[in-house]
């Protein structure tokens, strides 16, 4: 297990690392080739500064519309996403084989992108923020002042940072969408359940501008590095381009 920091917990979901993928050949497929940020270098210093001002509970740099933004994405990534492509298969399917073949598809990117994600977990064990934060004064770069009373928006979830579950399965689906439909710009609409968004509908014009709104919205949060959301977009892609390539292939006459 490769990390350079100390003192994570490992447990809560990261058992879905070990799981057999319905596509990939296994779980390590699409693994992150790059670890995250060695602790002493100015990427990771730049990453912890940035959710540190825009990721704390309290006195954050973020604005009314990042922190809404924030928790409206704090909803279950797999229940947003299903009541979109709800949506976008009304609005531009009208054969049922067509719906089912993109239910299908986006389903086993995102189940097959989170079992990735895990996996990376798992091997890089890397800290999230609130640990790195409290423990800034400990990690040996200059650039990254600790704050042992630091809180994220909301709670941390219990296990590794490195991948994003949530940009994971959200690169899967936007890729897979884009894929399917053959082009990026489509007007669709995203809704969360989440109980702190005030905004509870949004609409987009590209499945790329909520790709990028989940990673910024997981900083906001104070629950992950960009880096980590930016590898787990990356992981999402590249599974979605497998399960595209090679599953459910449409017929041709």
């Given amino acids: 297990m490769a990390s350079n920091a100390p003192g994570l917990r490992t447990d809560g979901g990261t058992w879905l690392g070990a799981v057999t993928p319905f596509t990939l050949k296994d779980s390590t497929q699409f693994r992150v080739n790059q670890p995250p940020p060695d602790l002493s270098s100015r990427k990771y210093a730049d ?3 940035e959710v540190k001002a825009l990721g704390a509970l309290t006195n954050s740099a973020r604005t009314l519309e990042q922190t809404d933004l924030a ?3 704090a909803d279950n990534a797999f229940l947003y996403w299903n009541r979109a492509l709800q949506g976008i298969a009304n609005t531009y399917l009208d054969n049922m084989g067509d719906s089912a073949r993109l239910f299908a598809l986006c389903s086993l990117a995102m189940a097959d992108a989170v079992i990735t994600s895990w996996d990376s977990k798992l091997y890089f064990n890397f800290w999230r923020p609130v640990t790195a934060i409290q423990q800034g004064d400990n990690d040996f770069n200059p650039s990254t002042q600790g704050d042992p009373a630091w ?3 909301i709670v941390t979830p219990p296990y590794p940072d490195y991948t994003s579950g949530a940009n994971n399965i959200t690169g899967a689906m ?7 439909f053959g082009r990026d710009n489509i007007p669709f609409v995203l809704t969360s359940n989440s109980p702190a968004a005030i905004k509870k509908t949004r609409h987009y014009g590209s499945f790329s501008a909520v790709a990028a709104q989940c990673v910024s ?3 906001y949060l104070g629950i992950h590095f960009r880096f980590a959301d930016q590898a787990a977009r990356t992981q999402g892609h590249k599974t979605a381009e497998f ?3 090679h599953f459910l292939l449409p017929v041709v006459n």
């Fill in 217 to 219: 919205a997981r900083v």
């Fill in 151 to 153: 809180l994220p928006l």
């Fill in 174 to 180: 936007t890729k897979s969408l884009e894929l399917y």
């Fill in 47 to 49: 990453d912890y500064n």
């Fill in 243 to 245: 399960v595209h390539d």
């Fill in 71 to 73: 928790y409206f994405y």
